[in-house]
């Protein structure tokens, strides 16, 4: 019997797994560069921290600015964003000296922060998923 009718399963297995693990680093490479030319076609580095492969759809900073924003405590007593107490985007209480941002078509109010960036890639309310272009 030769030798390579004694090994031959373990010969098989050993193409087989290199077969794989090029296969897997093959993908990898793959996936890793389209992820680095859709970021870097955008030029912003904030964007590509965020999320490298979801381009963003939403206003520009411009558009988002223009939605009306002030300091909790100036309006604790009227109630601002219809009783809501915290941020549905990152889930914390407002606190007294946080700057809020009302979003205007349908009077849901978040902090200016996490609006800001949730609005720079989505066009809609967070809670209502309003559309806030008019």
């Keep these: 019997m ?7 399963g373990t010969i098989v297995f050993a193409f087989a797994s290199f077969a794989f693990i090029a296969f ?3 993908n990898y490479f793959i996936r890793r560069c389209r992820g680095r030319t859709a970021g870097s076609a955008s030029g912003d ?4 921290e965020l999320s490298p492969r979801m381009s963003p759809r939403g206003l520009d900073a411009k ?3 223009s ?3 002030f300091v909790y405590t100036e309006a604790n007593g009227i109630q601002p964003g219809k009783g809501e107490l915290k941020c549905v985007v990152c889930l914390n209480d407002y606190e007294d ?4 941002r009302l979003v205007s078509p349908c009077g849901h109010v978040f902090h200016a922060d996490c609006v800001d960036i949730w609005l720079s890639y989505r066009s ?3 809670i209502c998923r309003a ?3 008019s």
């Design 2 to 8: 030769s030798y390579f009718r004694r090994n031959e």
């Design 24 to 26: 897997y680093c093959v």
């Design 45 to 48: 580095t904030m964007e590509v």
């Design 63 to 65: 558009a988002i600015e």
């Design 67 to 69: 939605f009306p924003s």
């Design 97 to 100: 000296d946080e700057m809020l």
């Design 124 to 126: 809609t309310c967070p």
């Design 131 to 133: 559309d806030v272009v």
